[in-house]
């Protein structure tokens, strides 16, 4: 099989797969407003506002508050692409459906690293903050124990905590416990049945989880705890076409993937300047 033989439907259904088993961040993201889009570049969400409660007297009148949702726009503003071809002498050499499959799990990779890249920018619109410091070993259990804080003071979920970490504050934590966080991160399903990658452990009712896309200068490390409800994310492959190349000997396989994401709920978003010793 070559590449122009294979089929859009087949190389869309496995990259999606794949894709969604790379992500990281994308994985924290609120996706079901994919659903929604179906053609345009925009995703209208309505956000209802707090219910008040008032007291109540028996044979008294009820205070009546007024129904009012806030509209959120959700952008689809990304748009990449990727595109692949292989001369034909080589590809009659190789085992044409092995090459096929490893350039799809390599797009995979190189689109969830590219998208969780563009998640980690929103740390901007936290809306709270930890206070910056240099982490070691001695402290790294007092950092995340802030993160923990500003978790429980803004009401949120205890059990929709996320944080994803850059491996060497995953090593600090190893070293400053013992059986709690692991050397590997591993995709993990929990009970709710979402997939999450990169798992490490768990403190103070954060889940950690490795990543290497933790928006950096290369100094500090701008840390990004979240809820899954705070960032919402839309993603889809627009486009794919497997065609054969005119001024070569050559098969090739295009793909346009457009995507784009909203903070949501800045309050269940948490962010940390983390200096690395």
Known sequence: MGMSNLSPTQWYGELMVRLRKALVFGGLADRKYEG????????????????????YTRYGGVTWQEADAVDKTL?????????????????????????VSKYNAETAYALADTIDGHLATKYTEAGSTVTALTVSSS???????????KFNEDNVAMGDR???VPPWYQNLIVQSTTGLITYTAV????????????????????????????????????LMA?????????????AVESVKREDYFGEGIKT??????????????????????
């Open 187 to 222: 995709p993990k399903v929990f009970d709710n049945g979402v997939l999450t990658s990169g798992w490490i452990g768990e403190i103070f009712g954060i889940q950690l989880l490795m990543s290497n896309n933790v928006n950096n200068n290369g100094t500090a490390w701008n």
């Open 139 to 149: 402290t790294v259990l007092k950092n995340l124990g802030d993160f923990a804080e």
């Open 75 to 99: 952008y689809i503003d990304q748009e990449k692409s990727t595109s692949i071809w292989m001369d034909a002498v080589d590809l009659k050499q190789a085992a044409a459906g092995d090459v």
């Open 226 to 238: 979240v809820s899954r409800d705070a960032l919402a994310f839309v993603g889809q492959i627009s």
């Open 162 to 164: 996320w944080l994803p």
């Open 36 to 55: 929604i889009l179906t053609k345009g570049d925009k995703v209208i969400v309505s956000e209802v506002s707090a219910v008040t409660v008032n007291d």
């Open 256 to 277: 346009l993937y457009v995507y784009g994401a909203k903070t949501m709920r800045p309050n269940a978003m948490v962010t940390c300047a983390a200096t690395k010793p």
